[in-house]
Nanobody, 125 residues
Framework: QVRLVQSGGGSVQSGGSLRLSCAHS????????LGWFRQFPGTEPEGLAL????????SYVASLNGRFTISHDNALETLYLDLNTLTPEDTAMYYC??????????????????WGQGTQVTVSS
């Protein structure tokens, strides 16, 4: 079972940037899907971005309008999410998720047992 430990996040003013990190335990030689979600109070987590560990083109939910960037460093065994041009509407709990699968999708990640502990992002106006 992959273990995930998140770091980063915090409080920032509107227009600012943050980097979220998600360190993972060592992968096997299989393909893994990696992604980021966020959750607003009282709602289900929504998918933001995903990619696989072989370096496939990342995918993003359209509503982000290019403000967030997902990346993965195989050597450091860490997944990142760079958040730019933040607004108060981005205030949420952010989670990373990983699943060993050849079919990388938000649905696959939602079914994974490997989720990070979450990190709060708060954006003030």
């Amino acid at each position: 079972q992959v273990r995930l430990v998140q770091s980063g996040g915090g409080s920032v003013q509107s227009g600012g940037s943050l980097r979220l990190s998600c360190a993972h335990s060592t992968f096997t030689n299989d393909v893994y899907c990696l992604g980021w979600f966020r959750q607003f109070p009282g709602t289900e987590p929504e998918g933001l971005a995903l990619m696989d560990n072989r370096g496939s083109n990342p995918s993003y939910v359209a509503s982000l309008n290019g403000r967030f960037t997902i990346s993965h460093d195989n050597a450091l065994e860490t997944l990142y999410l760079d958040l730019n041009t933040l607004t108060p509407e981005d205030t949420a709990m952010y989670y990373c998720a990983v699943k060993r699968t050849g079919g990388c999708s938000f649905a696959e990640l939602r079914s994974s047992r490997a989720w990070g502990q979450g990190t709060q992002v708060t954006v003030s106006s």
